[in-house]
Each structure stands twice: as structure tokens, then as C-alpha cells.
């Protein structure tokens, strides 16, 4: 990077972070009024957020009349400009008031119990509602890791390391020393956090059905479990426009447990699947989960490979 290009990334770091301080402050009602108004928008404006959110939606679910998948995907769009907005909130609102945000918390039993009989917890994140207030709410009540890879945007690095860790999460790196950081919160019976539904480099998934359709997904799961036997959940903070969050922990599907990483894959997916039925418009459509084909895949040398160190 040239010296022109790093004073612009400093210049774009410092005036995003203003914005996020900016609204830290802000009430819930005001960022809802204000993404509502941003949102549509977006829609409007983004060709690139509006077209994939489409496609996604009409692959995911495809009885549903036009009429209905666009509406979707402008509620879908909505919330993901709200939870854009919630970041500040999140990374840099006073800790009291985004612990009292958290109006409901379903299914903390499931973390409570895998403690108590001495196994760690792992817990599927999937983009859903506001993710930074999940992170939140389980660094300030559980011993917790994630994986963390920083931004394209340099210089926001350590305002949003900040922000996540400012509740006590250990962030570890994507590769294999990060992988190891987790294997060792599991076996002290801690909780980690993993994104189920990034789609990995090749040879670091296999391809399972999500919504009916093949996703090529991570493998990383079935070999943490095998190695800690720790309990899988998945953790989403539901936007209560307006007014807060409702986190949520569901029992993972049982296929999770399973050794052979297809199986555990589709018990991933699935367990995704559930989360996003709690209120499809605030899933992250606008991701392209189905990049990857099988037709791409064959004839990779590296696509069966998956090494966990």
C-alpha cells in the first residue's frame, strides 16, 4: 500500500469510527427509525447487496410468490443496515445499557448444564440479527473465545478488537494456532464461538444441503468435538425492532456429533436452518453462501483435504 492509499484507509477508518461513537449513544428506537429509512435505499441503490439477497431468497425458498421474496428481502436488508448501525451501540455504548438492551435470554440452561458435567461449549454463530450483542452478552457471562480475522480496512483493527474484547473474549486468529487456542478453551469446559456459515477456503469443507440446495461448508466442528466432546449450540440475538434483543442458545441438531464430516456438515446447516426460522428477514442474505459449486470442485487436488493443523 502506497502512502496516498494508507492516509485514505486512515482518513475512511477515522470517519467510520466517528460514526460509530456518534451513534453508541443513540436509543434502539432512533437506530430502528433510521434503518428503516436507510434500508430501502439500499435496496434501491445497491445493485450488488440487492441482487445476490434476490437470488439467495428464490433459492431458499422458492414456492414463495415474488411479491412476498421481495418484501423479504427488503426487511432482509433492513436489519442488516440496522445492525451496521447497532455496531457503535454495541463495540462503544456504555456496558449498563447494552446489558439492559438484552430484554430476554432463551435456553442459557443449555450452556449451564454442559459446564456442570465438565464439557466445554461450542456455540454456532450464524449471521443473524445483531451478532456483536451475542458477543456481547457471552463474553460478560461466560469464559469465551472466538476467531477473529481482521478487516480489509486496516486501520479499524483495533477499534473493533476493542469493542469485542472489551467484555473479556479471547479473539484467536483463523489458522491453525487460533484452532488450537479453541481446543484448549474446550477442554478448561469454556465456551468458543464459530461463524457456521462462512464459506471456507477449498479443502477445508465438504458440500451439504442448506435450505435443499448444496453449500460448501466448513469441516472444522466434527474434528473440535471429537477432541473435546464438548456440547454444539447455536446463539443468535433476535432484533426486537426498536426496543432490544432477545438472545436465543438452541440444542444443536444431533447430526453435529457425528464423525463423518458430511453428516456433521448437514447437522450445521440444519442447526442455521433453525436459527433463521426464529425470523428469516434478519438473516444475511446478502452473502453468497453458494458460491462454491460441486461442478467447480471436481478434479481439485485439495478438495477432499482438510487438515486440522
Known amino acids: 500500500m502506497d502512502a ?30 433510521l434503518a428503516r429509512l436507510v434500508g430501502p435505499l439500499v435496496e434501491r441503490l445497491s445493485r450488488r447487496e440487492r441482487q445476490v439477497t434476490r437470488t439467495n431468497l428464490a433459492e431458499v425458498y422458492p414456492s414463495r410468490q415474488p411479491a412476498e421474496r421481495h418484501r423479504l428481502c427488503r426487511q432482509s436488508l433492513t436489519h442488516s443496515t440496522a445492525t451496521m448501525l447497532e455496531l457503535g451501540f454495541a463495540w462503544m455504548g456504555a456496558p449498563e445499557r447494552v446489558e439492559a438492551a438484552i430484554l430476554a435470554v ?11 458435567e465438565g464439557r466445554g461449549v461450542i456455540v454456532l454463530a450464524p449471521h443473524f440479527g445483531n451478532w456483536e450483542v451475542l458477543n456481547f452478552w457471552l463474553s460478560g ?5 472466538a ?18 474484547e472489551r467484555r473479556g473474549a479471547h479473539l484467536v486468529p483463523t489458522n491453525a494456532r487460533g484452532v488450537a487456542a479453541l481446543l484448549k478453551a474446550l477442554k478448561r469446559c ?27 461448508t466448513a469441516t472444522l466442528l466434527p474434528k473440535l468435538v471429537a ?20 438472545v436465543h442458545f438452541l440444542a444443536a441438531d444431533e447430526r453435529v456429533y457425528s464423525a463423518d464430516e458430511i453428516t456433521s456438515a448437514t447437522g450445521v446447516n440444519a442447526s442455521v ?36 493443523y
Open 141 to 145: 457471562h461466560f469464559p469465551f473465545t
Open 190 to 216: 469454556e465456551a468458543v464461538g464459530i461463524l457456521p456459515d462462512q464459506e471456507p477456503d477449498w479443502g477445508s469443507g465438504v458440500f451439504a444441503p442448506f435450505h435443499e440446495r448444496l453449500a460448501y
Open 147 to 164: 476467531m477473529y480475522e481482521p478487516p480489509k480496512l486496516a486501520p479499524l483493527d483495533p477499534i473493533i478488537r476493542q469493542g469485542r
Open 273 to 308: 436452518e433453525a436459527a433463521i426460522a426464529l425470523d428469516p428477514a434478519q438473516y444475511q442474505w446478502e452473502y453468497k453462501r453458494f458460491r462454491k459449486t460441486p461442478q467447480e470442485a471436481e478434479g481439485r487436488p485439495d478438495f477432499k483435504r482438510f487438515r486440522l
Open 227 to 246: 477432541r473435546t466432546e464438548a456440547r454444539v449450540v447455536t446463539g443468535v440475538a433476535l432484533r426486537l425492532p426498536g426496543k432490544g434483543y432477545a
Open 4 to 33: 496516498g492509499e494508507s492516509r485514505s484507509s486512515a482518513f475512511m477508518a477515522r470517519a467510520i469510527a466517528t460514526l460509530w461513537r456518534s451513534l453508541a449513544g443513540r436509543r434502539l428506537t432512533t437506530l430502528w427509525r
Open 106 to 116: 432463551h435456553g442459557r440452561e443449555l450452556l449451564d448444564e454442559a459446564r456442570a
